[in-house]
């Protein structure tokens, strides 16, 4: 049927009907429906048509959500999953337009088909799907409980959208980002404008005139609120004919989720256009289309970075309103930073493009290390310099309604005793220096060179931080060790390698053992030989192994002497069960500074019959490293929704990736455990503990610990001093004096020079780091993508060997299906992993796991990144494939 056809027949549809009795032709349709749409038939063949009817909530919230859908969503990764639920045509037609227009515009098509699906189950094949792609847009589907009522949820939450962390950073519950005092269950918070409170105003104020401004205020006090009021202010100024567009960053990818959700919930009732982009989403979309078609755009800082230095955005002049939010960070070369050196270097240079206007949002613009107000005034001048703000605001005239709403917890320090007498640490202690002195006869054998003189770290004491930066020196200094045999340099940097790592491990017990129970740090051992057991195993993992098993008898009695309870447990103890006796309701969280800490303190609650009513929950940070991969961006968000929504979980226990931005005001107890960091640190850790009557308590052996978080206080008052002495400065003056700050960065910044280093064209080898095996020569090596490193050639392929990927899964042009080992006998070094890219299978090596040699030297080096490895790249090109 022609276009032209169809606009005739739907100029005519009444003769139509009237004429042809519908369901005549209904039955006539019937059998032809049978092949495509199985579940219109079987409505037809029963005339009962509700399940076809129970759909259509599913398919409200999928328009509803769709802005979502299409910038989270890689339709061909999930297309598999769903073909059951669309017609062989429909399929097609999404590959084809993913294919021809991108993945956006295939989602687009997806959700076209789906809302016409007449698939019973389509919905929950569609949650499936996003579960097994590892989506977080799975936590917005929901299903079992039926679309309306998650819809309804998006409508009456104000911000428990989508929010993926404990996050969403500083705006608390509906009551906190208005006067409206109902909780966020009650659908009154959205039936009328939220109105703002008077401080609320009075922080805005100075954006509002146009002015570039820093707003600092307390975490829950909704900052977030005060920028939705200045990007809407912002939108509305421009007359007709011009358009405003906002970029909100957001530094990390929890706030980034947060903060859209916010973003998106607040203007839909306005019809702006409204798109973010992630490190997780930007490979799947145009960041320039993304820009140009959209008014208000969310980005983690890094992607603008990204796009100004290829040139996807040209300059800033694309954008009238920048906001910053945790704007603290905008300092040395952090992203946020490197955005406004673009900005300052155009501003400075004397460009006639139009910039946009600057707002930064923190709690705390900090005091760096000044020691005095002269220098915490300073060091916030630099800060506004960097930002080109003139204003810092904060609240004065509103304050008592302020605190009215946010209140400062009660601080309590306590200082406790060590154990009197520690066998544990003294049998470990042994197991160190012995491997110790293993390594260093291994020494002998290279005259000159000692253990002692790889590292310039002094003073290393067994189960402390030290020692373990002493271990990460000296390993790096063994990966580059250079000798004219091979199969000796191999042997003794093997043997190194192993050395260091049980030293590590046996350091990371004693730091278990000092912060909690002597079982749990014996566990964290018997895990790690359990392991190395399974693993290669040679005659040196042998020897070390066989020396602990000689010790464990008599350190599984030690562990399980009750005399030997760890005193700090015990205060640890007393204070929780003191907080609920006087408040049952008490809601808690516990910060500590290693993940391995987290899991110690969470068993050891589990197994105590006086805190086990607790039901201890954990949040880390997504971050792998050798130890630990780290939560996933869904396992975080199940765990803080959980503790938000239910009293079942009372405490949680969370390493620093919980200090800024998490948000339950039921929070009224946190408890930092030998955790302490700078005066920025001491304000976010503290505005976890929101609800009337909060405590914090600081809890260590330390009296250092104590000292540094007094000088934190201290600071924190320096800090607001130096604020009202800036606010009462002439704007003139404080301009002048930013002006001169930024000349003379800029001055420096171009002193430094930005040429390009010059390029390596010489052949170097890549030896495995830890067995320094041979693997490839850089000439072997190609680019793709300007960031993914394979290696073509058959000989690399005899170099290493793969085991089955334990998570195979799609990821951007790659889809993952194994990881890859160095293929030496008793090494297994971890190389990369192996991929399909188009029709290939090819592997992906990371730079962090092997040593880089120059041929003609042997002068050997390490890299931590691709980008610090100066060599001459040529990209992957398939017809070398085919040879």
């Known amino acids: 049927m022609t276009a032209e056809e169809r606009r005739n027949l739907h100029a005519f549809r009444d003769y139509v009907t009237k004429i042809l009795d519908p369901t005549y032709i209904l039955s006539y349709m019937a059998p032809w429906f049978k092949e495509g749409y199985s579940g219109l038939y079987e409505a037809i063949e029963s005339w009962d048509f509700h399940k076809i009817e129970k759909l259509e909530e599913h398919r409200s919230l999928l328009r509803r959500l769709q802005p979502e859908f299409k910038t989270r969503i890689n339709p061909n990764g999930i297309l598999p999953e769903l073909s059951e639920c669309l017609i062989n045509q429909e399929c097609e037609e999404i590959r084809q337009v993913c294919s021809n227009k991108g993945p956006m515009a295939g989602a687009e098509k997806m959700v076209e088909c789906l809302l016409r699906s007449d698939k019973e189950n389509w919905p929950k094949y569609l949650k499936l799907a996003l579960e097994k792609e590892e989506s977080n847009f799975s936590e917005l589907w929901i299903t079992e409980n039926g679309a309306k009522e998650e819809t309804k949820e998006l409508e009456d939450e104000e911000i428990e959208t989508s929010d993926v962390q404990i996050f969403y950073k500083e705006e608390p519950e509906c009551q906190n980002l208005s006067q409206n005092s109902c909780p966020p269950s009650e659908a009154s918070c959205t039936q009328s404008p939220i109105k703002p409170r008077n401080y609320q105003l009075e922080l805005a104020r100075p954006a509002l005139e146009g002015k570039n401004t820093i707003i600092c205020a307390p975490t829950g006090c909704g900052k977030t609120f005060v920028a939705l009021l200045i990007c809407e202010h912002h939108l509305q100024k421009f007359p007709p004919g011009q358009k405003g567009k906002i970029v909100f960053f957001a530094n990390q990818l929890p706030v980034y989720e947060q903060q859209k959700s916010v973003i998106l919930k607040y203007f839909e009732r306005h019809g702006y256009k409204i798109a973010g982009i992630s490190g997780a989403t930007v490979e799947n979309i145009s960041v320039e289309q993304i820009v140009e078609n959209n008014d208000i755009i969310i980005l983690t800082p890094q992607i603008l970075v990204n796009s100004l230095k290829n040139g996807t955005i040209p300059s800033l002049s694309v954008f009238t309103l920048m906001i910053f939010d945790e704007c603290h960070n905008t300092s040395k070369l952090h992203p946020y930073n490197v955005i406004m050196f673009h900005y300052l270097d155009q501003k400075l240079g004397g460009s006639s493009d139009p910039l946009p206007q600057v707002i930064g949002l923190t709690a705390s613009v900090g005091v760096g290390d000044a020691k005095n107000t002269t220098e915490a005034t300073e060091y916030i001048c630099?800060?506004?310099?960097?930002?080109?703000?003139?204003?810092?605001?904060?609240?004065?005239?509103?304050?008592?309604?302020?605190?009215?709403?946010?209140y400062k917890p009660q601080k309590f320090f306590r200082k406790v005793k060590s154990r009197t007498t520690n066998r544990f640490k003294c049998i470990i202690s042994e197991l160190m220096k012995e491997t110790e002195s293993l390594a260093k006869s291994i020494f002998g054998e290279l005259g000159t060179i000692s253990l002692e003189n790889l590292s310039q770290i002094q003073n290393r004491n067994f189960g402390t931080q030290k020692y373990e930066q002493w271990?990460?020196?000296?390993?790096?200094?063994?990966?580059?060790?250079?000798?004219?045999?091979?199969?000796?340099?191999?042997?003794?940097?093997?043997?190194?390698?192993?050395?260091?790592?049980?030293?590590?491990?046996?350091?990371?017990?004693?730091?278990?053992?000092?912060?909690?129970?002597?079982?749990?740090?014996?566990?964290?051992?018997?895990?790690?030989?359990?392991?190395?057991?399974?693993?290669?195993f040679d005659e040196i993992e042998q020897d070390l192994t066989r020396r602990f098993e000689e010790k464990l008898q008599e350190l599984e009695s030690i562990s399980m002497d009750p005399s030997n309870e760890n005193p700090k447990l015990k205060d640890l103890c007393f204070i929780l069960q003191e907080e609920y006796h006087l408040n049952p309701e008490t809601r808690t969280i516990l910060f500590v500074k290693t993940r391995a800490l987290v899991d110690a303190l969470k068993k050891w609650i589990e197994e105590n019959s006086k805190l086990s009513f607790l039901k201890p929950d954990i949040l880390t940070g997504r971050g792998k490293t050798s130890q630990n991969i780290g939560m996933t961006l869904p396992a975080q968000k199940c765990v803080l929704d959980a503790f938000r929504a239910s009293g079942d979980k009372k405490i949680l226990i969370a390493t620093s990736v919980a200090d800024e931005g998490i948000d339950i005001a039921q929070c009224n107890l946190v408890i930092l455990y030998e955790y302490v960091?700078?005066?920025?640190?001491?304000?976010?850790?503290?505005?976890?503990?929101?609800a009337r009557g909060s405590k914090c308590f600081l809890l260590t052996t330390n009296d250092d610990v104590i000292e540094k978080e007094k000088i934190n206080i201290y600071k924190e008052k320096m800090m607001n001093d130096s604020i009202l002495s800036l606010q009462a400065w002439d704007e003139t003056v404080f301009k002048k004096k930013i002006h001169q700050i930024q000349i003379h960065e800029k001055f420096i910044r171009d002193s430094q020079g930005k040429a390009e280093p010059a390029l390596d064209k010489k052949n170097k080898k890549l030896l495995c780091r830890k067995c320094k095996a041979f693997a490839c020569h850089t000439a072997d090596i190609r680019v793709i993508e300007e960031c993914h490193y394979t290696v073509v050639g058959d000989a690399f392929k005899e170099c290493f060997v793969t085991k089955a990927h334990p998570r195979p899964k799609s990821v951007g042009i790659f889809e993952k299906k194994?990881?890859?080992?160095?293929?030496?006998?008793?090494?297994?070094?971890?190389?990369?992993?192996?991929?399909?890219?188009?029709?290939?299978?090819?592997?992906?090596?990371?730079?962090?796991?092997?040593?880089?040699?120059?041929?003609?030297?042997?002068?050997?080096?390490?890299?931590?990144?691709?980008?610090?490895?100066?060599?001459?790249?040529?990209?992957?090109?398939?017809?070398?494939?085919?040879?």
């Open 382 to 406: 630099k800060l506004c310099a960097s930002l080109d703000t003139s204003v810092v605001a904060t609240v004065k005239d509103n304050l008592e309604e302020l605190e009215g709403i946010i």
């Open 471 to 536: 271990i990460v020196a000296v390993q790096k200094k063994c990966a580059v060790l250079h000798l004219p045999d091979k199969e000796k340099e191999s042997r003794i940097c093997t043997a190194l390698f192993l050395y260091t790592s049980h030293l590590r491990k046996f350091n990371d017990a004693l730091l278990i053992n000092e912060h909690a129970r002597t079982k749990d740090a014996l566990d964290y051992l018997k895990d790690f030989f359990s392991n190395v057991r399974s693993a290669g």
């Open 677 to 690: 960091g700078n005066v920025i640190k001491m304000i976010q850790t503290r505005g976890r503990g929101r």
């Open 818 to 883: 194994a990881k890859v080992f160095c293929a030496r006998q008793n090494c297994s070094h971890d190389w990369g992993i192996q991929v399909r890219y188009k029709t290939f299978e090819i592997p992906i090596i990371k730079i962090e796991s092997f040593v880089v040699e120059d041929i003609a030297t042997g002068e050997q080096r390490l890299y931590a990144k691709w980008r610090d490895f100066h060599f001459e790249k040529l990209p992957f090109d398939p017809a070398e494939m085919s040879k």
